[in-house]
């Protein structure tokens, strides 16, 4: 008996762990589809030690609900953007500073890369361990009523993600009228009138089925979107340092496959609404030109409020770089 139970012992793995993982991405996503794949990727190669066990399509609620419970002990981590990722680590969210990136993406990934073990260090201060960062890319405004010139956006009422400093900023530098919401509120809200536009990356549309919803698309993106899948740093260091190593080199593979689909998709999906009868609206030159100055408005009204002195203008020394 003792033998047997010596053998059973020593066959049986001495420690497992489930790391519950929320996501707004639905299932059958390219994005899903990935993360899936990395869940089995690493059950396999840590023996079962460590499985992933992976929310969706938003059954835990929105990224600040994700958060909450991740602080409370009911999930474990989840892909972060926007205003929740900063709300984890503030000064990520210099990659999204409103007309920053405006023509080629390559620059916001190379400066993304730059930045990344900066981003890495500031989210593990704050209690998360990142495996690494999406780019989930440019962002687009989409409305429900035709906008010709930044003088037609007066008045007309834009969704804001509730709590988003940066957004809140802009609007109040082109004195537009915004209306906070909590992400999940928005495609409703634009069926029923409570807001007229939204914006987001062309995948993001098209997954919050925004697309059904608007019929026009400003051609000019307003800023790059970034994103981090992030594991509570008290979960992260129950994992053995073996088996950490592993999880970090399947996760980064994975993640640099989902970033090469998501930069394709996204031009995809842009051809894919002129298909669908979404028109393409482009304004004068003369509103575009404006944009640097909106920026450094955005800014002047940031001062303090968002990201650190230092992390800003290590942003900006590269920026002048490019």
Known sequence: ??????????????????????FLAPEGTNWANSLSEMGKEIKKATDGRVKFKMYFGGVQGDEADVLRKIR???????????????????DSRVMEIPFTFTEKQEAAQSVLDT????????????GFHSLGMYEIGHVYLVSTKKITNLNSLKGL????????????????????????????????SLSTGVIEAAYAPPLGITALQW?????????????????????SSKVWKKIKPADQ??????????????NELTAKENKRTLAQFKE????????????????????????TRLN????SKPSLSKFDGIIQKL
């Open 304 to 307: 303090g409020k968002m990201f």
């Open 211 to 231: 697309h059904t919803k608007v019929k026009y698309l400003v051609d000019y993106p307003v800023a790059y979107s970034i994103g981090s899948l992030l594991i």
């Open 115 to 126: 930045l990344t073990p900066d981003f890495n260090s500031g989210f593990q201060t704050n």
């Open 72 to 90: 409370s002990g009911q999930l474990h981590g989840g892909i972060f953007t926007g205003k929740t990722l900063g709300d984890i680590y503030p």
């Open 276 to 299: 669908l009868g979404i028109e393409f609206v482009h304004f004068p030159k003369s509103d575009y030109a404006k944009s640097s100055e909106i920026r450094k408005d955005v800014l």
């Open 157 to 188: 009422k834009i969704w804001i993600w509730e709590g988003d400093k940066i957004v809140e900023a802009m609007m109040q530098s082109l004195n537009l009228v915004s209306v906070p919401l909590a992400l999940p509120d928005v495609l409703s």
């Open 245 to 258: 190593k592993v999880i970090t080199e399947i996760a980064q593979k994975k993640i640099a496959v989902a």
């Open 1 to 22: 008996m003792k033998l047997l139970l010596l053998a059973f012992l020593i066959t049986t793995p001495v420690f497992a762990k489930k790391v519950k993982l929320a």
